[in-house]
C-alpha cells in the first residue's frame, strides 16, 4: 500500500489498540477515539480525491458530524464521572460487576 | 374270543384300576383311602397287565385306540390315541411290579409319616402320569404326561418341605425339566406345521428329516433323563424320600426322555447327524457320572450317579440305532435300580438315619437278606453274566464293539464300564464287609415282611429278567452273532479290571495313610466343577445383564446422561468457563475485542 494509506492503517490501529488498553483515564479513551475519528476524516477525504469520483465528497462531513455527537456523549459521560465520583479514573465504572 | 377287544379292555382296565383311589372319595360317601388299599390297588392293576402284555407275547398283538378328539383348529385334531405295542405291553406290567414292590416297602419306611395317604396318593398319580406317557400315540398326551410325571416329581423331592436343601433340589428337578421341556415344544410345534399332526406314526415316512426337532427332541431327553449339561438335578433330587428315588429316579421317570427317543425313533433312523449327537452325548454322560460315584460317600448318591451313568449308556443305545435294546436295558435296569435303592432304604432305617457309607460296615451278619440283595443289584448292575443285566449291557458293549462308530465315544462308554464295577464293589465292601464302624446304640430289625418280601421279588426279577425277556421277544434286528474272542469278552474284561481296581483301593483304606489332595480327586468329588460354575455364573451373568439393559442403559444413560440431564450438564460447564470472564469491567471487554480482531485479522490474511 502507499504511504498514505499506511499512515491511515497504522494512526487507526494505533489508536484502536490504545482505546483496548487504556488503564487509569476515561479520557485518554476519549482521546484514542478522537484520533480514531480523526485518522478515518483524512482517509474519507482523499479517497474521492484519488479516485476521482465526486459522489463520495459528502461522506467526511457526515462523520464529523457524528463523532462530534460523540464526543459530546464521551465528554458528558467523562463530566458525571468526575463529579459523582471525583475523579475520571476507570475503575469508577463498576456498577456491571459481579 | 375277540382277542383284540380283551387286549383293548385290559390295557384301560388297568388304568381304570389305578383312577379309583382317585376318584372313589368324590364318588362314595365317607371313602377314606389307606396306604395298604392302594397297594392292593397297584398288585392289581399289575395282574391285570399282564393278560395284555401275554397275548402280546404270544400273538404278537398291537393295537392302537382312537378316542374322542379334540378339535382345536378345523385342520388340526387332537385325539386320545392309545398305543399299545411292543414298548407300552412290555412297560406297563414292569413298572407295575416295580411300583407294588415299593409300595409295599414304603408302607414300612414311611410308617411314622402323619401324612402317609397323601404320599401314597402323589406316588400313585405319578405312576398314572408315567404310564400316560408311556402308551400315548400323540404328543400332546405324551407332553401330558411328561408334564405331569415333571410336577409329581417336584412334590415327591420337597416331600420334606421344612428342610432348606430339599426345596433347593426340588426347584433345581423343575428348572432343569423345564429347559429340556422346551425342546420338546420345539419339536411339537415343528410337527405342527410341517406335517400339520401331533401324530408320532406321520413322522416316520419323512426320508431326511430336518435337524431341528431332533435337537428340540435331543434335548428334552438330556433334560429329563440327566444327561451331561443338564445333569445336576438326578443328585440333588436324592433329598426326596428313598420311595421316591427308588420309582422316579432310578426306574421310570428318568427314562421318559429315553422313552421320548425310542418312540421317535423313525424320525432319528434317517439323520446320521442326530444319531452322532445322541452316542456322544452319552458317552459323555455316562463317563461323567462314573467318575463322580467314585468319590461320592452317601449311599443314596453313588446310586443316584451310578442311574445316570446307566441313562448315558441308555442315550449310548439309542445313538447305535437300537430303540429295541434301549428299551430292554431300560426294562432289566428298572428292577435292579430300584432294589438297590430299596436296600439302601432299609439299611439306612434300620441305622436310623445314617446315610454315609463310611460310617457302615460288616452289615452282612446284621442285615443278610438286604446286603444279599445288595450285592445281587450291584452284580447285575455290573453285567454278570447271565443276571439281568448282562442281556441288555453286555449286548450294547458288543454292539459298539462291532459298529463302525466314534472311537472317542466307545473309549468312554467301556472306561465307564469300569467304573461301574469299581464304585458297585466299593459301596458293597464299604457297606457290608469288614469291621462296623456304626454307632453301637441302633437296633437292627430287618425282620419285617413288609422289607424282605418286596426286596426279595425285586431279586428275582433282577435275576430272571432279562432271560425271560429276551426269550419272549425277538429282536427286530439281529444282534452281531460273529465277533473275535477279545471282542466278545471285553464287557467282562473290563468289568473285572475295574472290580481289581476296587479291591485293590479298598486295601489302601485299611492302612492310616492321610489322604493327600490332587486334582483329580478334586474333580470327582466336587462332580466336575459344574454345579457352582453354571448356577452361579448363569444367573449373576443373567441378572446383570437385566441390570444393564434395564436400569444402565435405558434408565442411567438415555434418560439422564444423554437426554435433558446431559444438555443442561453441558450448558453449565460453558457457563461456568465463561462466568470468570464476564466481569462487568470494561477493560477485559475491550481487550478481548482487541483480540478476538487480532485473531480475525491474523486468519484472514492467510
Known sequence: MTFLHLSFYSAFTLSSLGLAFHRIHLISALLCLESMMLSMYMALSTWPAQTQTTSPSLTPILMLTFSACEAGIGLAILVASSRTHGSDHLHNLNLLQC | ?606
Open chain 2, 1 to 606: 374270543m375277540d382277542l383284540p377287544m380283551i387286549l383293548n379292555i385290559s390295557m384301560l382296565l388297568t388304568l381304570a384300576t389305578l383312577l379309583t383311589p382317585l376318584l372313589s372319595p368324590l364318588l362314595v360317601k365317607n371313602y377314606k383311602n389307606s396306604p395298604s388299599t392302594i397297594m392292593q390297588t397297584v398288585k392289581t392293576s399289575f395282574l391285570i397287565s399282564l393278560i395284555p402284555m401275554t397275548l402280546f407275547i404270544y400273538l404278537g398283538m398291537e393295537n392302537i385306540t382312537y378316542f374322542w378328539e379334540w378339535k382345536l383348529a378345523t385342520n388340526f385334531k387332537i385325539p386320545l390315541n392309545f398305543k399299545m405295542d411292543q414298548y407300552s405291553l412290555m412297560f406297563f406290567p414292569i413298572a407295575l411290579f416295580v411300583t407294588w414292590s415299593i409300595l409295599q416297602f414304603t408302607t414300612w419306611y414311611m410308617a411314622s409319616e402323619p401324612q402317609i395317604t397323601k404320599f401314597f396318593l402323589f406316588l400313585l398319580t405319578f405312576l398314572i402320569a408315567m404310564l400316560t406317557l408311556t402308551i400315548a400315540n400323540n404328543m400332546f398326551l405324551l407332553f401330558i404326561g411328561w408334564e405331569g410325571v415333571g410336577i409329581m416329581s417336584f412334590l415327591l423331592i420337597g416331600w420334606w418341605h421344612g428342610r432348606a436343601e430339599a426345596n433347593t433340589a426340588a426347584l433345581q428337578a423343575v428348572l432343569y425339566n423345564r429347559i429340556g421341556d422346551i425342546g420338546f415344544i420345539l419339536c411339537m410345534a415343528w410337527s405342527a406345521t410341517t406335517i400339520n399332526s401331533w401324530d408320532i406314526q406321520q413322522l416316520s415316512p419323512l426320508n431326511q428329516t430336518p435337524l431341528l426337532p431332533l435337537i428340540g427332541l435331543i434335548l428334552a431327553a438330556t433334560g429329563k433323563s440327566a444327561q451331561f449339561g443338564l445333569h445336576p438335578w438326578l443328585p440333588a433330587a436324592m433329598e426326596g424320600p428313598t420311595p421316591v428315588s427308588a420309582l422316579l429316579h432310578s426306574s421310570t421317570m428318568v427314562v421318559a426322555g429315553i422313552f421320548l427317543l425310542i418312540r421317535t425313533h423313525p424320525m432319528l433312523h434317517s439323520n446320521p447327524t442326530a444319531l452322532t449327537l445322541c452316542l456322544c452325548l452319552g458317552a459323555l454322560s455316562t463317563l461323567f457320572a462314573a467318575t463322580c460315584a467314585l468319590t461320592q460317600n452317601d449311599i443314596k448318591k453313588i446310586i443316584a450317579f451310578s442311574t445316570s451313568s446307566q441313562l448315558g449308556l441308555m442315550m449310548v443305545t439309542i445313538g447305535l440305532d437300537l430303540p429295541q435294546l434301549a428299551f430292554l436295558h431300560i426294562s432289566t435296569h428298572a428292577f435292579f435300580k430300584a432294589m438297590l435303592f430299596l436296600c439302601s432304604g432299609s439299611i439306612i432305617h434300620n441305622l436310623n438315619g445314617e446315610q454315609d457309607i463310611r460310617k457302615m460296615g460288616g452289615l452282612q451278619k446284621t442285615l443278610p437278606t438286604t446286603t444279599s440283595c445288595l450285592t445281587i443289584g450291584n452284580l447285575a448292575l455290573m453285567g454278570t453274566p447271565f443276571l439281568a443285566g448282562f442281556y441288555s449291557k453286555d449286548l450294547i458293549i458288543e454292539s459298539m464293539n462291532t459298529s463302525y462308530l466314534n472311537t472317542w465315544a466307545l473309549s468312554l462308554t467301556l472306561l465307564a464300564t469300569s467304573f461301574t464295577a469299581t464304585y458297585s464293589i466299593r459301596m458293597s465292601l464299604l457297606v457290608q464287609t469288614g469291621f462296623t464302624r456304626t454307632t453301637p446304640t441302633i437296633l437292627i430289625n430287618e425282620n419285617n415282611p413288609a422289607i424282605t418280601n418286596p426286596i426279595t421279588r425285586l431279586a428275582l426279577g433282577s435275576i430272571t429278567a432279562g432271560l425271560l425277556i429276551t426269550t419272549y421277544i425277538l429282536p427286530t434286528k439281529t444282534p452281531p452273532m460273529t465277533m473275535p474272542t477279545t471282542t466278545k469278552t471285553t464287557a467282562i474284561i473290563i468289568t473285572l479290571l475295574g472290580i481289581l481296581l476296587a479291591l485293590e483301593l479298598s486295601k489302601m483304606t485299611h492302612t492310616l495313610i492321610k489322604p493327600k489332595q490332587n486334582p483329580l480327586l478334586n474333580f470327582s468329588s466336587t462332580l466336575g466343577y459344574f454345579n457352582p460354575l453354571t448356577h452361579r455364573l448363569s444367573s449373576t451373568q443373567l441378572l446383570t445383564t437385566g441390570q444393564k439393559i434395564a436400569s444402565h442403559l435405558i434408565d442411567l444413560s438415555w434418560y439422564k446422561k444423554m437426554g435433558p440431564e446431559g444438555l443442561a450438564t453441558l450448558q453449565l460447564k460453558a457457563a461456568k468457563i465463561s462466568t470468570t470472564l464476564h466481569t462487568g469491567l470494561i477493560k477485559t471487554y475491550l481487550m478481548s475485542f482487541a483480540l478476538s480482531i487480532l485473531i480475525i485479522l491474523i486468519s484472514s490474511t492467510q
